[in-house]
């Protein structure tokens, strides 16, 4: 039946016939060689996101935070309420991205001792 269907098509007029599902790189393949185009593919970079094994954290790194936000934190690491812990993390400011990023995904990662251990020594909660 597809063959059919795609006899009918081509004799309609269509340059091509691509079925579902397909890769996309079979679209642009087909783009390429009925319109005569050439892509030019940029080199992408990934961001390296994990600073926490060239420097890990320590409790001195949350010194920028209040007592408040620290005593929250533990909580949230306490309850391993994962959400609140990424919550948390979006108040930190902009300038301090490794701490930023080094929360998160210990949060994503559930490894919430590890917060714990950052957070007691300046939670006063020991």
Partial sequence: MLEEEKAIVLSAGCDDFLRKPFAEHTIFDALAKHLGVKYIYAETISPVLDDTEKSPLTSEDLT???QEWISQLYEAALEANTNLVLQLAGEIP?????????????????????????????????
């Fill in 94 to 126: 902009q300038t301090e991205t490794p701490l930023i990023n080094s929360l998160k995904k210990l949060a994503i990662q559930f490894k919430f001792e590890q917060i714990l251990d950052l957070v007691e020594p300046r939670s006063g909660n020991v």
């Fill in 64 to 66: 920028c935070m209040t």
